[in-house]
């Protein structure tokens, strides 16, 4: 039985005041279009200032993994910044490199002990990553995930109605 400790909400994830948001970010995590746009101008300067210190250290983010770092003017406590596939009609890995994408993310958080987390829609906008395969990848991730911590929340936050409709969807099939 998937755990409650979900709630999927349609809405703006730079609003959401969790221990962590995450981002869908780029390779280089400079910011750009989108979630990740819109994450790095709510959030401010301290952001982009941790991004260019993580890059530094170690050449930027790779698709399926995640960083972290302070979440500046956002009501969140950090941002994970994770790298989603760009589809590729399925045949370079991508569903498994969404998977990750969360997977990871989750991780993350609960290395750094932090026990909410809200997600957007990862790889569903510029990337064309299909939002119907995306939703139940996220939402059986997720589940799976939470069934080994169940004390960490989870908000999947759709910015359009679609996203909030498969996710809904894939969510209410999995209960």
């Not at 998937?2 to 994830?13: A, F, H, L, M, T």
């Not at 569903?95 to 002990?113: D, E, F, G, H, T």
């Amino acid at each position: 039985m998937p755990s409650v400790n979900i709630e999927i909400i349609r809405g703006d994830i730079t609003k959401i005041a969790v221990d962590a948001i995450v981002n869908a970010a780029n390779s280089s995590l400079m910011g750009g279009g989108g979630v990740d746009g819109a994450i790095h101008r709510a959030g401010g300067p301290q952001i982009l200032e941790d991004c260019r210190a993580i890059v530094a250290r170690q050449g930027g983010c790779k698709t399926g993994e995640a960083v972290i770092t302070r979440a500046g003017n956002l009501p969140a406590k950090h941002v994970i910044h994770t790298v989603g596939p760009v589809w590729n009609s399925g045949t370079r890995n991508e569903p498994a490199l969404l998977a990750n994408c969360y997977r990871n993310s989750l991780l993350l958080a609960a290395s750094n002990n932090l026990v909410s987390v809200s997600f957007p829609n990862i790889s569903t906008g510029i990337y064309h990553f299909p939002k119907d395969l995306a939703a139940g990848i996220a939402v059986k991730t997720v589940v799976d995930f939470l069934a080994s911590h169940p004390a960490m929340e989870v908000k999947l936050v759709c910015f359009d109605e679609e996203n909030y409709r498969l996710t809904n969807d894939y969510y209410s099939q999995s209960v």
